[in-house]
């Protein structure tokens, strides 16, 4: 069985940090990738953030410079350090893996993925 639970959400105000975290078990990550998608006003579901097994990784252009990405394979984790939160950032996110993440998917129950619950994000200004 495939399990993936987010933790690490909550509210802050602009300009703050939040460090999500996502506990991987039943997957194997040879030749695949992890990552974060957010969904935010207007149902757009948006990949944020991934992480493939070799190490390369992706970032959307509006959080390139503020979030990063990275894998603890000893803890069988997936964290997503996030800074200099913004309004536009607030959306439920969402861990995913597969062999091949879609920029753009259905978040929560998208095809050719595994999904966790979502945790809330919310950045007030």
């Known amino acids: 069985e495939v399990q993936l639970v987010e933790s690490g959400g909550g509210s802050v105000q602009a300009g703050g940090s939040l460090r999500l975290s996502c506990t991987v078990s039943g997957f194997a990550f040879d030749d695949s990738e992890m990552g974060w998608y957010r969904q935010l006003p207007g149902n757009e579901c948006e990949l944020v953030s991934s992480i493939r097994s070799d190490g390369t990784t992706h970032y959307a252009d509006s959080v390139k410079g503020r979030f990063t990405i990275s894998q603890d394979n000893a803890k069988n984790t997936v964290p997503l350090q996030m800074n200099s939160l913004e309004p536009e950032d607030t959306a439920v996110y969402y861990c995913?893996?597969?062999?091949?993440?879609?920029?753009?998917?259905?978040?929560?129950?998208?095809?050719?993925?595994?999904w966790g619950q979502g945790t809330q994000v919310t950045v007030s200004s």
């Open positions: 995913a893996a597969g062999q091949s993440l879609y920029y753009y998917s259905d978040c929560g129950g998208g095809k050719f993925a595994y």
